[in-house]
């Protein structure tokens, strides 16, 4: 079975810093996009960011500057490294992996919370 494992979430202020990691296991293949999203309520889940297997990333205009992904493709990991977090950062955070392509996810993480405060 395919498993995403998310780790790293929690409560933090203003101005602080949170690691966020992804382990994947079974049979996501190497070639996929990794990528961490985001929802609160009320709102549809939306892209923070993404990478492929080669190191391309793509990041929300709203994060640029303070996120920063990452992959290892050996251990099989996704890190989402936040700085300067907001609280309008708040919301719960997924990994997700998809083929390359016009794909949407194929695979997705349990979420954890992520909340700023003021």
């Known amino acids: 079975q395919v498993q995403l494992v998310e780790s790293g979430g929690g409560l933090v202020q203003a101005g602080g810093s949170l690691r966020l990691s992804c382990a994947a296991s079974?049979?996501?293949?190497?070639?996929?996009?990794m990528g961490w999203y985001r929802q609160v309520p009320g709102k549809q889940r939306e892209l923070v960011a993404d990478?492929?297997?080669?190191?391309?990333?793509h990041y929300a205009d709203s994060v640029k500057g303070r996120f920063t992904i990452s992959r290892d493709n050996a251990k099989n990991t996704v890190l989402l490294q936040m700085n300067s977090l907001k609280p309008e950062d708040t919301a719960v955070y997924y990994c997700?992996?998809?083929?390359?392509?016009?794909?949407?996810?194929?695979?997705w993480g349990q979420g954890t919370q992520v909340t700023v405060s003021s």
């Open positions: 079974g049979s996501i293949s190497s070639s996929n996009v």
């Open positions: 997700a992996s998809r083929p390359m392509g016009p794909y949407l996810p194929n695979y």
């Open positions: 990478i492929t297997n080669v190191g391309r990333t």
